[in-house]
């Protein structure tokens, strides 16, 4: 089992930045990828972008999302982070961290809880 706990969200204006992290724990050994997901109000949730957690570093974004948005990790603090700049309101979601712990199956099994992000016009 892992346990995730993002940082809390924000309220920024467009054109605004903002970190969000997600700490991981419990079997933390078995993570094999940590990614963000969103989801905006009446739409469906949809992938952000992904890092893998050891060895060499492979990211991936969700096209629309690349050169905006940054993924990182710190293994040491078992955290992984999302930067996020030239926010826009369509940005405005409740985002999600989440850890895949196996390569085999493309399904990520654990969750945090989300947190808010709002951008205004």
């Known amino acids: 089992q892992v346990q995730l706990v993002e940082s809390v969200g924000g309220f920024v204006q467009t054109g605004g930045s903002l970190r969000l992290s997600c700490a991981a724990s419990?079997?933390?050994?078995?993570?094999?990828?940590m990614g963000w997901f969103r989801q905006a109000p009446g739409k469906e949730r949809e992938f952000v972008a992904s890092?893998?957690?050891?060895?060499?570093?492979?990211?991936y974004y969700a096209d629309s999302l690349k050169g905006r948005f940054t993924i990182s990790r710190d293994n040491a603090k078992n955290t992984v982070f999302l930067q996020m700049n030239s926010l826009k309101p369509e940005d405005t979601a409740v985002y999600y961290c989440?850890?895949?712990?196996?390569?085999?199956?493309?399904?990520?099994?654990?969750w945090g809880q989300g947190t808010q992000v709002t951008v205004s016009s």
């Open positions: 419990g079997d933390t050994f078995s993570i094999y990828t």
């Open positions: 890092i893998t957690w050891s060895g060499s570093t492979n990211t």
């Open positions: 989440a850890v895949r712990d196996r390569p085999e199956v493309y399904k990520y099994d654990y």
